[in-house]
């Protein structure tokens, strides 16, 4: 059997995605609330639009996403009916402390994760919890300008220590920030920026990225404290580079895209900045404000396990002419079309043996116990007459990733803890703010325009995933 006996499958969501209640029991306002559908969405989510508050011209898919708010006893049913070992889900920060750094909690929102917790338990199922799923409070980006400021390490362990002690008997695994590295990609989603006139990008992107470093260390350190049997972990938005040819200008420059992504885990896994990085920043004239302290902090807070967000690999060239065709779907990550692979209809491109080879590379690197955390196909889905969904290219995907990841750990000897598939039940997209990208094993009734009844259907691949976990992979 490839699998070991307790590994854990399941899905994963993130609050802003699903819950919606956006302002229901005393909830404050998030960063994600405010990222717009439509054509304003990307500025906003890449900081070069400010939008701190809500506005009538636009609509904003977080405020009721799929309504798991009042639906999730309904939800983690369904879950438990597939069979889940472990369900990843996000905390809103604001929902716990409206204002980002309330000295007094809101009880009404401890009270709601707590329920939600003993809901998994109930049904023998691990919550996974990602602290920070690109949500920064927007009462902290008004203050100090989100990550840009120091202080917000103070709120965001602050945020921790309200969480450990408030669930630390239901909560054993926990990551720190949802794919950090987005912080460069979109770094208004990824850590509350936005830039102004003339501003130096880079020096505000580093030093918002070791402000979050630092944040993380400490949390790990905290978590260890105070909860001895807590596993924590660091999450990378992967997927390797490959060299669009073997000319040796290709291949540097997807070692260096490789790099840039690298560099977060390199520090939260071993505890210290790459020497290549140090040099980077001095010749971009990047200052950092980092004290001896940091660095102890860094070195003292390495974590247990590296997750990660699997969905496509990437392509670059050194060519310009190459680059010119750059691949739709990869927008956020600056990639062109691999003429070897299909794509979704988002243009994101079909690589499992890129998962496997995704799996060694992290480590070779880090040694330590790799989790997936995302990994599934968006794609537009068609209720029948009948309501019978049919979705044989989300199955096939599936498939392929998991009998990749299988290999890597049969032929491979990767340790692997366990595998959450993206949007395990519909979800509004962070890329585009869509609900008609779908992800789930179940269907939820609403379109992008925000119609529809919320009625959750089960889909093809929900009995294929059903037996995928009852025979604990061996059946695919
Ligand atoms: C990751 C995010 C998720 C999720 C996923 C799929 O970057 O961590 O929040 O949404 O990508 O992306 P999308 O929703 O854009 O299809």
């Not at 909560?171 to 920030?177: D, E, L, R, S």
């Not at 912080?183 to 920026?193: E, I, V, Y």
């Not at 990047?286 to 974590?303: F, M, N, R, S």
Request: hydrophobic residues 40%.
């Amino acid at each position: 059997m490839a699998f070991p006996s307790n590994f854990l499958w399941g899905g994963a969501t993130a609050a802003n995605q699903c819950e919606g209640g956006y302002d229901a029991d005393g909830r404050g306002l998030s960063s994600v609330d405010v990222i717009p559908f439509g054509p304003d969405r990307m500025r906003v989510a890449r900081g070069t639009m400010r939008m701190l508050e809500c506005d009538d011209a636009h609509t904003y898919p977080a405020h009721e996403a799929i309504d798991m708010f009042h639906h999730y006893k309904e939800d983690i049913a369904l879950f438990a009916e597939m069979g889940f070992k472990v369900y990843r889900l996000s905390i809103a920060w604001t929902r716990i402390l409206p204002n980002g750094d309330d000295e007094v909690p809101n009880e009404q929102g401890i009270a709601f994760y707590r329920s939600l917790f003993e809901e998994c338990r109930k049904y023998n199922i691990e919550p996974l919890v990602t602290i920070d799923h690109f949500d920064t409070p927007i009462a902290l980006i008004q203050r100090y300008g989100g990550w840009k400021d120091r202080r917000m390490i103070g709120a965001y362990l602050h945020y921790c220590s309200v969480l450990f002690e408030a669930f630390d008997d239901l909560v054993t695994y926990w990551i720190t920030f949802n794919e950090i590295n987005m912080l460069l990609h979109l770094p208004f989603m990824g850590a509350g920026l936005v830039f102004e006139e003339g501003e130096n990008q880079a020096q505000v992107e580093y030093q918002a990225a070791h402000y979050e470093l630092v944040a993380s260390a400490k949390a790990v350190k905290l978590a260890h404290e105070r909860m001895p049997k807590a596993k924590i972990g660091c999450m990378l938005a992967a997927g390797q580079y490959y060299p669009y040819s073997c000319s040796p200008e290709d291949v540097w420059k997807g070692f260096e895209k490789d790099r840039d992504n690298y560099f977060f885990i390199d520090v939260q896994a071993r505890g210290a900045y790459p020497v290549w990085a140090w040099k980077r920043m001095e010749n971009a004239g990047i200052h950092l404000d980092c004290t001896e302290e940091d660095l102890q902090v860094l070195k003292e807070g390495t974590v247990n396990y590296i997750s990660f967000s699997y969905y496509c690999s990437r392509c670059t060239s050194a060519d310009p002419e190459i680059i010119k065709n750059h691949a739709r779907g990869n927008a956020v990550f600056e990639a062109v079309v691999n003429p070897y692979l299909k794509a979704s209809d988002w243009g994101w491109q079909i690589d499992p043996l890129g998962l496997r080879v995704t799996l060694n590379t992290l480590y070779d690197r880090y040694e330590k116990p790799l989790f997936i955390v995302e990994n599934g196909f968006g794609a537009v889905d068609v209720v029948e007459e009948d309501g019978s969904i049919h979705d044989p290219y989300r199955i096939e995907y599936m498939r392929a990733h998991i009998k990749a990841m299988k290999e890597a750990i049969e032929q491979d000897g990767i340790p692997l803890l366990g595998y959450t598939s993206w949007g395990c039940i519909d979800l509004v997209s962070a890329s585009t703010g869509e609900m008609k990208k779908r992800y789930g094993f179940i269907y939820v009734d609403k379109d992008n325009e925000g119609n529809g009844t919320l009625e959750r259907k089960r889909k093809d691949s929900f009995f294929w995933y059903k037996n995928v976990i009852a025979t604990n992979g061996e059946e695919l």
